[in-house]
């Protein structure tokens, strides 16, 4: 769409208030190991198995819950691997056809950043990523081979939407959202919660043809630099004092995912809003000894989405949120706040349970 200038500091658009904007919400994950192979599917949990720090009991199958018992089965989860890739892949290329069918002018990727772009310099609550273009070579540092078998040095290309960021920028700093924005990278040209979002929704590479606007929301909080927000062993899980400050409170992501629905209804686009990450992370689960995820914290909040009770999840607990290892789910928040707004019921969700591939998975469609 043209037509838009700067004007005073906010975007004037022609046709803005005509309210023409219409938005699809999805839900999906960006889960590294679905970009490897297959026999590399339960890594997470052979590292943590492997950890000097883990009790005893918990190394073999008979410490473990009887669903995680099953689900390792004979084969160290071999065909348990296969399983959720074809589970996985399924949902992504249904998001992908509704993606098509719905053929949004761009895609805004609600996703955390792990200590990838956003380091010691600078952590911001929420940034939008006003690029004018993406350029990411995601196998360079990638051990192992990938699921494409593709080359190190292949190269990705998606266009941005620097209009339709600093739209979304100028509107919710009107709505007292006190949002960052960045016109170029830091230190990492696109983590990977978007990038292996970009790459999955691509699952056949037939290409990705829209642009993106990548959204950071910083769940990570406590644990972004001083776990480096990833994986840690027992020994080096960080104290209290070395704990950051928290992230954004759920309710708090619940209602910026709120405004941008206002804010892009009003707009003369077509924007699909996406929400990537797993679920309950067993790496941020310490009652769990790292093991695996909390599944029934997942469930509850599960249900709570099918019936469309939108308000207990803005009522969640950062607290609650921390102790079941979802803090990824600050990035759910933001969609669910949207689908309220919009006063959107769920046309259709998946729930794929895991107790050994680190963190179970939602896929959740909200058609216009
Ligand atoms: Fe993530």
Redesign the pocket.
């Known amino acids: 769409m043209t037509g838009f200038s700067i004007y005073a500091g906010t975007l004037i658009g022609e046709k803005e208030e005509n309210g023409m904007g219409e938005i699809l919400g999805v839900g999906v994950t ?1 889960y590294p190991p679905l970009s490897g192979r297959d026999e590399n599917m339960a890594s997470i949990l052979k590292r943590v198995l492997q950890d000097p720090d883990l009790p005893e009991q918990y190394r073999r199958p008979e410490g473990w819950p009887e669903p995680r018992r099953q689900e390792y089965g004979v084969d160290e989860g071999g065909s348990a691997a296969l399983r959720h890739r074809e589970a996985l892949v399924t949902g992504f290329r249904k998001a992908r056809r509704l993606l098509d069918d719905f053929a949004p002018d761009f895609v805004v990727i609600w996703g ?1 950043d ?1 200590y990838e772009n956003f380091k010691e310099d600078i952590i911001p609550p929420f940034c939008v990523l006003a690029y004018e273009s993406i350029e990411h070579r995601p196998w360079e540092e990638h051990r192992g081979a990938n699921a494409w078998d593709e080359p190190k040095d292949k190269t990705f290309v998606y266009k941005g939407h620097r209009t339709a960021a600093k739209y979304l920028a100028t509107h919710l700093l009107e709505e007292g959202f006190d949002l960052s924005y960045a016109y170029k990278p830091l230190h990492h040209p696109l983590g990977h ?1 978007f990038m292996n979002t970009l790459l999955f929704m691509d699952y056949d590479r037939q290409g990705f043809p829209y642009p993106v606007v990548p959204f950071q929301v910083n769940c990570y909080g406590r644990r972004v630099i001083s776990q480096y927000g990833g994986v840690a062993s027992f020994a080096n899980l960080p104290t209290d004092d070395r704990l950051d400050p928290p992230s954004p409170p759920p309710w708090r992501c619940f209602d910026l995912g709120k405004a941008c629905a206002r804010v892009l209804s009003r707009s003369p686009w077509r924007v699909a809003v996406i929400a990537s ?1 797993s679920w309950s992370h067993a790496f941020l689960t310490p009652k769990h000894h790292l093991l695996y995820p909390d599944v029934e914290a997942d469930r509850a909040l599960y249900e709570k989405l099918r019936g469309s009770d939108y308000q207990a999840w803005r009522q969640t607990p950062l607290a609650a949120l921390e102790e079941s290892g979802q803090q ?1 789910m600050l990035n759910w928040m933001c969609l669910v706040g949207a689908m309220a707004e919009l006063g959107r019921q769920p046309d259709e969700t998946e729930f794929i349970q895991t107790y050994i591939f680190n963190s179970s998975k939602c896929f959740a469609f909200f058609r216009p």
């Open positions: 960006h955390d792990q919660a990450s990824e």
